[in-house]
């Protein structure tokens, strides 16, 4: 059997409650750290898992963890950032509903870590119902000696609230959410000064995803050791990878990184193959964001070599033919699906969603929505094709957050790898795929 | 301050509830109960929120009236014309579109007889379409109030919309409660 960390009991009946969770040997983590470990000692072990962030840039937690200024006077903030917001993401909501412990546990570790004495987890507003579940496990927490003042004795004390966002993915982006947090428009702030020197309230904070936080009780109880000897060289671990799209089995399933992209969409322990029998045609492998693979690229590299579920294979051959592991949303296409009308509703929700700052994105983002939305009507005219792959390219690293790249990535892969059905719209003044 | 002139006031248990919220936050930095509150006050007001309203909402939290206005301008759960006793949200999104959301939002409009970002003429329904809402598995998606509605096929619409037309489905309560 396969490792699992994040969902090895999410089918236990009543797991959300305390006493499920503690039977399952819940919290063990949080009393042996503030037993026997300092925090510097957690932040080593963290360090030495391995674990790479699970927000999308896959950034090494514990690396993050270490630009803390320790020596600032200020308080220190932990957040977790539960926006989840990337179309095809649906995992951070999978843990908080049914296994709102395990964030709780990691959030105590890593604020003990940071020396928090006070942790938001900031949850997109839309998600109401799960921020319900969560406080309701949060008072329970404090109920049991786990959250409050002077936990389990140990002179260490920990407040932990939730604050719900107001719809707005930009949000996610951890410069904006911490403005948001501070009772302000998401505009994202201008890096550096990086969040780890001045963060929230202009005090030292870390942002950290979901998933990410959930790990922490299990790499503390195994050892550094045990996680780093899951998964491949760069990427260890396990990862939560929410599936969606034309299979037949959408979920979130937890794999240990470097498993085969086909076994993931064809074994019937994952996807369950295409649905109807229909043939693969393209995947969105991480998110909305990432580039778009065809079916040739995404089960083997441009090398021949199997593809598989890791940060470094799927980047494998740059933007050429490669992709990005991402925040793990995998959105499988069929041979019925329109590229180009899908493209169509990546780039009105990217226009929605940029926050105005900045000329090329807030621009940039209309501009692209528009030309897709003549092209797709069958409207469209060669020379927009280009036009539209130049727009991508000059919104591309010019931008304040990265919202701006990952606006663009999916415009500029799509004609890449799909150029001919895009001229196929503007042939044909309609969309080849409507009867 | 400048705009003691509202004639709101939140009941006690709703304000003994932004009381708890405003302790979340460091002295002085209490305008971070603003995202909070803003959902607090539009479940307050039939699901929108008027100008008095914000105005309230800046009074609670002892600062000006812009700084609330600019911040429900900018979320788009913010409401800030009415809306119908009951709000549905269809997410329009790519994973949502390949499962056939286009046809939902259709069904939707067509039974109700209005159009996305319309109100039915007697008040009770507003259609919205909205971005991704992380439940993407559970294809094609709609949002009522706090409560998701997912898998979603011709059928199963319109056992909803007769579920809330027969209880005069009011989607506006306090999402925290
Ligand atoms: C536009 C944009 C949206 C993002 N949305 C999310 C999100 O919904 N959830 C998330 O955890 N990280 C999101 N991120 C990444 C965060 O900025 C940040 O890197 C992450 O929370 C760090 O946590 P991690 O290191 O644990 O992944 C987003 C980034 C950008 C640029
Ligand atoms: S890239 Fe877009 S979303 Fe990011 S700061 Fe600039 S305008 Fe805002
Ligand atoms: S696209 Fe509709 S829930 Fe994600």
Known sequence: MATKILLENIEAPGLATFDCYRKLGGYASVEKALKSLSPDSITQEVLKSGLRGRGGAGFPTGMKWNFIDKKSDKPHYFICNFDESEPGTF???????????QLIEGMIL?????????????IRGELFYVLNIIEKAIDEAYQKGFLGENIMGSGYSLDLYCQPGGGAYICGEETALIESLEGKRGNPRIKPPFPALVGLYNCPTVVNNVETIANLPWIINHGADAYAALGTLKSKGTKLISACGHINKPGIYEIELGLPVEEFIYSDEYCGGIRNGNQLKAVVAGGSSVPILPAELI????????????????????????????????????HTACIVKNLLTFARFYHHESCGQCS???????????????????????KEIDLLADIAKHIDGTTICPL???????????????????????IQQKCPFTK | MQNEHTTIEFPPETLALVNRIIKRYPEGRQKSALL???HIAQSENKGWLSTEMMDYVAILLDIQPIEVYEVASFYSMFNLEPVGNCLIEVCQTGPCWLCGAEEILAHFEKRLGIKSGETTADGRFSLKTVECLAACGNAPVIQVGTDYHENLNIQKVDEL????????KNSHSNPYL
């Not at chain 1, 994105?361 to 005219?381: F, P, V, Y």
């Not at chain 2, 919309?161 to 005069?168: G, I, P, S, V």
Request: glycine share 12%; with cysteine; charged share 25%.
């Open chain 1, 91 to 101: 995992k951070d909501r999978h843990i908080g509903q049914l296994n709102p412990h």
């Open chain 1, 110 to 122: 890593g604020s003990y870590a940071l020396g928090a004495r006070s942790a938001y987890i900031y």
């Open chain 1, 299 to 334: 089960l083997k590299t441009a090398k021949g070599e199997p593809r598989l579920l890791s940060y470094e294979s799927l980047e494998e051959g740059g933007f050429q033919t490669g992709t990005m592991l991402g925040s793990g949303g995998f959105i499988v296409m069929d």
């Open chain 1, 360 to 382: 090329p994105c807030r621009e940039g983002t209309g501009w692209m929505e528009k030309i897709l939305r003549r092209i797709e009507a069958g409207k469209g005219s060669m």
């Open chain 1, 404 to 426: 701006g790249d990952a606006a663009a990535w999916p415009v500029s892969s799509a004609i890449r790898h799909f150029r001919s059905e895009f001229e196929e719209h503007i």
């Open chain 2, 36 to 38: 909070p509150l803003l």
């Open chain 2, 161 to 168: 919309l007769d579920t809330w037309q027969a209880e005069n």
